[in-house]
Each structure stands twice: as structure tokens, then as C-alpha cells.
């Protein structure tokens, strides 16, 4: 039998999984998320959430995720993401073109047998239109 994960445990899970995303280590990323992960309710797999997160930092070269808030309950992980950026063309279908922008993202995450299962997702997309 598993032992359970405690909420320190999960937090520095989720921290391993930050760092794998700043670095950019694609081969690592099945190492905290599922095959079959969903993403706002959507199937899209390793494979789709990998290229997701390709396509989000060819678009934002300058791309870094960072933690501005992070509440754990396993198997649950809570947390607000602080991106301050230079995205080279549209974002969230808005024309920054270079500009550089500052925004939120809250997102929450369930994980099962530590990796991720599921993510909900919403990013201050009023923030960025503000500022362009």
C-alpha cells in the first residue's frame, strides 16, 4: 500500500515541477505529469500538455513561471503564478507584439500516484489587455 503523501511533500513536488518547466526539460516532464492528463476538463495527454508548454515558450522566449502563492492539500495543489514576460507576438489572442506584460494565472492541480492528473487554469488575460 502507497503511503500517503503529505502537504509539504506535494508542495515540493509541485516546486520539482516549476523548475523542470523553467528548464525548459521536456524528457523530464513525464516525471511529474500523467499520460493521460486533462487540462481545463480536456484529455490532451503527456504528449499535448508537452507541446502546449513548447508552443508557450516559443512564444515567450523570456518565458519564467513563477510561484507567488502555493497552498497544498493532497492530492491537491492550489497556486497563483506571477509571469512577467516579453511575448513575441499574439497572447491568449491578444496583439502584445513584444511589449513587455506582467499577469496571474491561478491554477489547481490534482495529482494521483505523484504526477499530475488534472489542471484547471485561469489566466488575468484583463491584466495583459490593460497594459497593451
Not at 503527456?46 to 516559443?58: H, I, K, N, P, V
Request: charged share 25%.
Amino acid at each position: 500500500m502507497e503511503r500517503a503523501v503529505t502537504s509539504e511533500e506535494l508542495a515540493d513536488l509541485y516546486k520539482s515541477y516549476i523548475a523542470c518547466l523553467n528548464a525548459e526539460d521536456w524528457a523530464s516532464l513525464g516525471r511529474f505529469v500523467g499520460e493521460e492528463v486533462q487540462y481545463n476538463g480536456e484529455t490532451v495527454g503527456l504528449a499535448g500538455y508537452r507541446r502546449m508548454l513548447e508552443s508557450d515558450f516559443q512564444a515567450i522566449p523570456d518565458l519564467r513561471f513563477n510561484i507567488e502563492l502555493l497552498v497544498s492539500q493532497p492530492p491537491r495543489v492550489a497556486a497563483r503564478l506571477h509571469f512577467d514576460c516579453r511575448p513575441k507576438g499574439m497572447l491568449f489572442g491578444l496583439p502584445v507584439n513584444g511589449k513587455r506584460v506582467a499577469f496571474a494565472e491561478n491554477v489547481f492541480y490534482e495529482f494521483h500516484d505523484g504526477r499530475i492528473r488534472e489542471v484547471w487554469s485561469v489566466i488575468d488575460k484583463a491584466a495583459i489587455q490593460a497594459q497593451i
